[in-house]
């Protein structure tokens, strides 16, 4: 499978935060050949189940085997009608919506019909000097969708989403920038992982979970977790790339290969499997230090039900929350592969591995 | 699409910024070329063309025996980004070519350099800002343009010191509207178009589609020494600031209004008698049209008026919002009425019309 053209369409897709429709029709699709069987949480997150063959090899005997979740949110930032004035809409942020890349953009505004749109802007001939520094507040923001004022009341209600407007554009160095890459990055990644494990026999049952609303809080990672109450769970999110203006300790280089979290958010022995398999495939990975809220799905999963031992992989972007996400797509590729040959390398009693007093015994 | 917004949209997905106008300059000679008597390109870059009148020569006192001299103005060149450096780790510093309005910049997408290389500006993100950091605007010069190079070998390989950059911007219809860049002049460029399309004028037309008013209104000073016209017409895409605002502000000009014409503005007053000709005829023939707000923004009028011993000018307009931003939005109709207004207005020029009283 060619990751810039799945990016490329992952990332054109549409999916704010509680309205995932789009990208999760898309995904229905995209996962359909790869796994045994699909549902839908009661959120709107996408289940796939890759079934395990267990400790003796046979998927139809070992009942129940253990479970792996990977967790990749598919949800994405935008905005939301908060009222119609003169033909121009007011809006408000669904997720963390930078109001400094706003101005002068393309949207989509969700109504009866899908209407293109621009976030107007007043021009910097007419503006006073105090405002032309001024990073535009949310109560000066309007969107324009080129329309008279009669027919937009017709069109458009408060409610209405608005997505970003913005094709994936190909950089050089097999770099892409688009608008959606946190988090479609890591359901494509996890998509290439699939592929790779066709035809491949693991022990453990897999199960892919294209989570919604974590831009809003978590929320789809919460109760999927609780559905599938898995024995182990990997979430795969978004870091920050590298770029002028930003701390070294913070981010990552691109092309340079995915971060692993280590941490409280994280189990010690699942950290250190990842990293071995990690070098054994001799794939670069980096490790990304956090204190505490990891700010990903890994977060939610890691306290559902009675505990689940938890990792997170993740890809760096630059530009997180613009619509000019970029990233280099070799490091979603090996996200790809560290899943898949993690998958495959998990052995039927990997879970006994991570109790806690085997790992103080190692040191 | 109708056809003429057709050739707004191959006008505005062109790219020339100030200086660099080529691809522009491409499609106005594909445009004209058969619709004029002569056509040259002068040493700044300007597209002079000629459309001889179909009036005798005058008799009357003012004319020298010779037919009017009208002059018409586009200007083809659009504000940009030039390249001016490169980080170690392959990212490109910019300045403004133009007045480019820094709090556009941060997402946006851009084409660099002549093989259109896409670039994209991106800041630091909103998890990791300072308290009161997201506030600000961030400044140009501690902006990049990320065109993924991964050194600085590369980079300068690839996008050259002087390497001009452009909006990346489709041209899209949007109901009644079209979007897309560079309408501040484009649309301009195609209403001259449109009305050097026409049948002959009494007159003889000289039309300067002219470079770098961007940086200066530098082209038409030039293109109007050389036409040495008896009177002359700026046509441009203006600043239409009609979203709704906490102060009762004007306007400048709104959407769906007609063609603005402008009184006065920073850069010059026009002349009343043109405007006169211009608000008559369009009455007349119940054409709508504003009046762009006196006093603000500057057009190649300003160089225009001044050319030789001075040339009577007004500036005649297609109202869009957003201009000078990555994407801008105009009404075909107000597009359609502002060529209309043109021809009929200058289908009724003669010497009299510049007869003072």
Redesign the interface.
Known sequence: MEVIPLLKQLSEANGIAGYEEPVRELLRQKWQPFVDEMREGKLGSLIALKKGTGADGSAARQVPRPKLMLAAHMDEIGLMVTGVEKGFLRVARVGGTDRRVLLGLEVVVHGRRDLPGIVATRPPHVLPEEERNEVVPWDKLFVDVGLPAEEVEQLVAVGDLISIRREMVELKNRRVAGKAMDDRACVAAVTLALDQLAGVRHAWDVFAVATVQEESGLKGAITAAYGVAPDLAVALDVTFGKHPGVSEVDAFPLGEGPAIGVGPNFHPALVARLKEVAEIHEIPVHIEPIPGHSGTDAWAIQVSREGVPTGLISVPIRYMHQPVETLAAQDVERVGRLLAAFIAGLEADFLDRLAWDTTVEGE | MILKALLLKALSEAVGVSGDEGSVRAVVIEAVREHVDELKVDALGNVLVFKRGTDEPSASPESGGQRLRVMLDAHMDEIGLMVVGH?S?G?LRVRAVG?I????L????LQVGPER????????????LEEGE?????QLK?L?V?????SKD?ASK?APLGTYAAF??QF?E????V?GKAFDDRAGCAVLVELLKGDRFGFDLHAAFTVQEEVGLRGARVAAYAIAPDCAFALEGT?A?D????KD?SP?TAL?KGPAITVMDRSFIADRRLVRLLTDTARELKIPYQFKQPG??GTDAGALHLARQGVPSVTVAVPC???????A?LSMDDFENTVQLMRQALSRITWRTLRRN
Do not use: C, N, W
């Open positions: 980080d780790d990212f007045g309005d820094p709090r556009l941060p997402g946006t997408l290389i896409p670039g994209v500006i991106g800041v630091k993100p909103i998890h990791l997201g506030q600000k605007v961030p501690d990049v990320d065109i993924g190079a991964a590369e690839l990346a911007t899209r949007i109901g009644p509207t979007s600043i600031d979203i709704p605002k906490d502000a400048t769906g603000i923004g919002r957003y201009i000078h931003s990555p994407v939005l």
